[in-house]
């Protein structure tokens, strides 16, 4: 779904280059994967007005999709600033959730004081398939709270991520999307009308983009 906040963000992120497309010059994932788009919203905490637009936008959706919530989350490490600011704004509790056990002490992976029967909703900093997030969720439920959702700064728009979700009975949505991103990268110059026929293409199905 296409919003007024959907694509201001997008055109932001292109911007100051947090998200970066290369159709003819494909990235290399971490997992070997060959993709023309590379994010990183972590560059985002360093423009103070992107910074505060994503902060604000947070606020506003969250109250509207999640009203009743108690308790804000991050997932680590991306999204735990992003996090602390929406839980500050919003005056709420914030807990964060490592990627995996800390290796002494309590061996925590939720750090935090959470408590139990209260509503939980995560902030997220990307969503590919939605592996990673769908950990956090997975390690808050295991606290016995309730989490509402998941709401992330930008989706891939995978369909492996939107049944990931679905097989995990938990609600997602994001600022902006792919989909969103190609049309203001297109309307604004940065790529051409052939570029992006190629970046919808790798969407649809991205492990056999260049096959």
Same mark, same amino acid.
């Given at each position: 779904?296409?919003?007024?906040?959907?694509?201001?963000?997008?055109?932001?992120?292109?911007?100051?280059?947090?998200?970066?497309?290369?159709?003819?010059?494909?990235?290399?994932?971490?997992?070997?994967?060959?993709?023309?788009?590379?994010?990183?919203?972590?560059?985002?905490?360093?423009?103070?007005?992107?910074?505060?637009?994503?902060?604000?936008?947070?606020?506003?959706?969250?109250?509207?999709?999640?009203?009743?919530?108690?308790?804000?989350?991050?997932?680590?490490?991306?999204?735990?600033?992003?996090?602390?600011?929406?839980?500050?704004?919003?005056?709420?509790?914030?807990?964060?959730?490592?990627?995996?056990?800390?290796?002494?002490?309590?061996?925590?992976?939720?750090?935090?004081?959470?408590?139990?029967?209260?509503?939980?909703?995560?902030? !997220?900093?990307?969503?590919? $398939? *939605?592996?990673? /997030?769908?950990?956090?969720?997975?390690? #808050?439920? =295991?606290?016995?709270?309730?989490?509402?959702?998941?709401?992330?700064?930008?989706?891939?728009?995978?369909?492996?991520?939107?049944?990931?979700?679905?097989?995990?009975?938990?609600?997602?949505?994001?600022?902006?999307?792919?989909?969103?991103?190609? !049309?203001?990268?297109?309307? $604004? *110059?940065?790529? /051409?009308?052939?570029?992006?026929?190629? #970046?919808? =293409?790798?969407?649809?199905?991205?492990?056999?983009?260049?096959?």
């Amino acid at each position: 779904m296409k919003s007024e906040i959907s694509i201001k963000l997008a055109k932001k992120l292109l911007q100051i280059k947090a998200i970066k497309l290369q159709p003819t010059n494909p990235f290399t994932w971490a997992s070997g994967m060959k993709s023309p788009i590379y994010c990183d919203n972590r560059k985002t905490l360093s423009y103070p007005e992107v910074r505060d637009f994503i902060r604000d936008a947070f606020v506003e959706q969250i109250g509207i999709v999640f009203p009743g919530v108690d308790i804000i989350a991050g997932v680590a490490t991306g999204a735990i600033a992003h996090g602390v600011l929406v839980a500050e704004k919003m005056k709420l509790p914030f807990v964060y959730v490592r990627s995996s056990p800390k290796g002494h002490g309590l061996e925590n992976l939720v750090e935090g004081d959470i408590s139990t029967g209260k509503n939980i909703v995560v902030v !997220e900093d990307l969503i590919s $398939t *939605g592996g990673s /997030s769908l950990k956090a969720v997975d390690a #808050l439920r =295991k606290e016995n709270v309730n989490v509402m959702g998941l709401f992330a700064i930008f989706t891939y728009e995978f369909e492996k991520a939107r049944v990931n979700f679905e097989e995990a009975d938990c609600k997602f949505f994001s600022l902006s999307n792919y989909t969103t991103l190609i !049309e203001a990268a297109l309307e $604004t *110059g940065y790529i /051409s009308g052939d570029q992006s026929e190629i #970046l919808k =293409k790798w969407r649809i199905d991205p492990e056999n983009w260049l096959k």
